[in-house]
């Protein structure tokens, strides 16, 4: 809806925009918790090897959006949804799909950085194992681990546990992990948010990298984060029953330099959240 | 100033200070206090049964052993020549043919020939025998006993001794050991580990990991809760019902033909150990739940996000994190598996039995079912074999706990140091 009316306000960075391929589509998505509406009539569309970010005040359901990609919410207890969330074309909620097989499609980088108890290699290499990777795991360890920028760093150590990293290492880590499997999409739950600047100055750099090989969705509080790493920007909002709706959805240089509603300009200024 | 006004003045201050002090002292030495009460009991506990393992025994032998060899005060001096003599000459003709049936004379240690001769032909018996505390402080009056009565061997003896781990039981309290309870009271806990373990973990993993949360299963949950609670001789009614009448024919071992003729009824150590297998399963999947909540859902949640079905993140990551924790739990529940009489007792334990349980078909007693029944018997001196058994069982308990201690410090450190 927003899309349709930024095409006819700046039509050069909608036919740039046309030539991008959706490879997520979300149609009138509603997500509740219980009886608690979360989201609302959210619509949006994710462009293959693109950053998107998501931004908002907290509760806003930008990180309920996100884990409804690639089905997530199915692990909270009384989570629901309303609509249709396309990936490929394909209903992702539909009677015969599986969540499994999804998550090895969209992989995903949570929050607070979460390696498994184990060595930095069998990290790496479970996930490859579990879904059948017959290739060389030596191989597919280094070249995870370099892709996400941590190589150098343990290539002395890689019988180490994981958990005795920093949270900079143990967050790429993470990354490392989630592209072994060869996602299609990464999800990035505020990936820096419990990171110190310089660990987050890398997961950007990283992010950028990455968006060649595939396409990214991050979640984040930091506009900065959003401004630097993204190419396009979808603002949540929250009303005054505290359920989120997406206000605005934009390419990001538009959306943080010509804001097209009053409430964007407000968050993106700094006036609240 | 506002907090002259608000807080009141600094002479106000301090002396609230003083009081906020004061009412802290005194609960730290309330706090202090049931400690140290809860200590003193234990103290009690430990004190009484020492003092009943320990202490003089007076004994009256029916056969003195210079009335059978000249000169010689004790069975032991005798020669090899004099002692088969002595069990030729003393022993009735049954019980000799039974002896040398078992194994004929001539190839007997010396060892074994005493100990024939005392049991049967010097039949030492125990007319009284005194506490510890007393034979320390209260030797007058065990002299006055000794001089009233004539013909009496007073000797300092310690109850639990090497011979009273490898004995069987005996109608004489001098012979009576703890072999069959003990041997006994670890084939029933092994029976209880290999039902309880698998099956109170796997109802814990189902109710955690897979169960919806709705009302069936809330409902579940808190009888599980309950059961934990139901009182232990209910289950020994339950399993007398199920297991030794209900299921006589599996748990008798009568369906395998080989061992059909060895017992006739279902008071077996299989029933015992069934029966407290359900004693403990709700303590089990208690635990082992209370061990699975505390894997963080962040490690779910991570392994969800690589492609992982729930199975392969319960087995590779769920499970190992919390398997430190599952085995404690588990195996202080068998602790208190270990302990408990009640149910055996109305399942039908025997409370004599001379022979060791050889299969899991076997008739059997536990240790503290020897020790209620021996502390039952009139003759005082077998308080003293119970304090013995008492403390065979606190030392079988007390390396079951330590090995739950250093198992767990073992794995966690494993876990944190883990290639």
Partial sequence: ?273 | MLSETLFGTDEMMTSLMQKRKTSGVVWKVVFLFSTSLAILFLLLLLVSVIDSTFGYVAVRNEVEPHQLVEGKAEVSEFSRIELESVLQEHLSSGILRRVIHEKPLEERSDKDLVSLAEQYVIKPSVVRSWGLGDSLLDQKSIGAFMAANEGLHLSFRSWINWSFFVSDQSANPLNAGVRTAFLGSLWIIMITFVFAFPIGVGAAIYLEEYAQDNKLNRLLQLNIFNLSAVPSIIYGLLGLAVFVRSMEHITSGSFLSSVADTTANGRTILSGGLTLALLVLPIIIINTQEALKAVPDSLRMSSYGVGATKWQTIASHVLPASIDRILTGTILALSRALGETAPLVVIGASTFISVDPSSIFSKFTTLPIQIYQWSARPQGAYRNVAGAAIITLLLLLMAMNSFAIIMRDKISKKKRMES
């Fill in chain 1, 1 to 273: 809806m927003n899309t349709t009316n930024l095409a006819e306000a700046l039509p050069h960075l909608y036919e740039k925009s046309q030539e991008q391929k959706t490879i997520i589509e979300l149609k009138d998505v509603n997500i509740y918790y219980g009886s608690f509406q979360a989201v609302k009539q959210a619509s949006l569309e994710i462009y293959e090897h693109q950053v998107t970010a998501f931004i908002g005040p907290s509760g806003c359901g930008k990180s309920t959006v996100l884990r409804s990609i690639n089905r997530m919410n199915d692990m909270i207890r009384g989570a629901r949804i309303e609509g249709s969330v396309r990936f490929h074309d394909h209903d992702l909620y539909a009677a015969d799909v599986d969540p499994v097989l999804i998550r090895r499609k969209i992989g995903m980088v949570f929050q607070k950085p979460n390696p498994f108890p184990k060595s930095i290699y069998e990290n790496i290499a479970w996930g490859a194992r579990i879904n059948g990777f017959r290739g060389d795991y030596d191989e597919l360890v280094e070249t995870s681990l370099r892709s996400a920028a941590l190589w150098d760093e343990v290539k002395d150590k890689l019988k180490q546990n994981a958990l005795r990293l920093s949270g900079g290492q143990q967050q790429r880590l993470c990354i490392a992990r989630t592209i072994a499997v060869q996602p299609q999409v990464i999800l990035m739950d505020e990936p820096a948010s419990a990171l110190d600047p310089i660990a987050t100055g890398r997961i950007e750099e990283l992010i950028l990298e990455l968006k060649n090989s595939y396409t990214i969705i991050i979640v984040t509080h930091n506009m900065g984060q959003a401004s630097r790493v993204s190419d396009h920007t979808a603002f949540f909002m929250v009303d005054e029953k505290r359920q989120g709706y997406l206000e605005e959805y934009a390419p990001t240089e538009q959306l943080f330099l010509n804001p097209g509603h009053k409430k964007t300009e407000e968050y993106i200024s700094g006036k609240f959240g």
